[in-house]
């Protein structure tokens, strides 16, 4: 249900995530972060920037850094931290990981953390995020994945509940699988356990794709 700005889950989220997240960033998520997204270059886009734990982590060759967010707290915590960007440029917009609101080809990078166990299409976003990237960019994907064994067990148990209080994070996606089915084509990926993650969202997988 929407009531004001945002809906009662995306507030909640927006209430409890950058505390509990924050201790996977002291764990070592934060590193992780800046290995990765230091092959940024260009106009980048974020997708789901969240409250911002990847904008102090794109490098001064990123020259816009676009932050697409549509929950309106999220992007309120976003307005507050862009002191952090180190980008010469950078816009916080309000937008939808399945009609982003750019022409095609009119980025460089493109990068997502942690945003597809949210999207129930997540064929229809890689669709999307390949067509606004130009030919030969690079998408730089962080996401926490589905186990094996008995953690594919929990997560499969927790999911409903997941859903529910994380605003519609599914701990079970198989987003390598979307990856494979996409228009991009993986060039490197590490398997990685999330540092001080809860134990439905250690699986992750850290990469690049290009288009
Ligand atoms: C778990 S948070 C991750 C935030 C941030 N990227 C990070 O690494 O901490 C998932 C983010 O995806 C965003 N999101 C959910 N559905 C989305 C959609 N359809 N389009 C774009 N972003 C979306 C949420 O609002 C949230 O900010």
Redesign the pocket.
């Known amino acids: 249900m929407t009531e004001g700005r945002g809906s009662r889950g ?1 507030r909640f ?1 927006a209430r409890w ?1 950058p505390s509990v ?1 924050g201790r996977a960033e002291d764990a070592g998520q934060a590193a992780i972060r800046a290995r990765h997204l230091a092959r940024a270059q260009g106009r980048t886009l ?9 904008v102090p982590h794109y490098p001064p060759a990123v020259t816009e850094l676009v932050m ?4 309106p707290a ?1 992007r309120d915590q976003l307005h507050r931290r862009t002191a952090d960007v180190r980008a010469r440029a950078w816009q916080v917009v309000d ?4 009609a982003l609101p750019f022409p095609d080809a009119s980025f460089d990078t493109v990068a ?4 597809f ?3 129930d299409r997540p064929e229809a ?1 890689l669709a999307e995020l390949a067509r606004v990237l130009r030919p030969g960019g690079t998408f730089l994907f ?1 996401e926490h994945v589905r186990g094996t064994g008995l953690r594919r067990v929990l997560q499969e148990v927790a999911t409903p509940l997941q859903v529910r209080v ?4 599914h701990p079970n996606r198989d987003f390598l699988g979307s990856l494979r089915r996409s228009p991009f084509r993986v060039e490197d990926v590490e398997h990685l356990r999330m540092p001080g993650g809860a134990a439905t969202v250690v699986p992750m997988v850290v990469g690049v794709a290009l288009r």
Not at 95 to 98: I, K, Q, R, T
Not at 166 to 169: K, R, Y
């Open positions: 995306q989220f995530y997240m974020d997708l789901g920037t969240g409250n911002g734990f990847s697409v967010e549509p929950n999220l937008g939808d990981a399945y997502a953390s942690l945003v166990c949210s999207l976003a962080h994380a605003d519609g994070c």
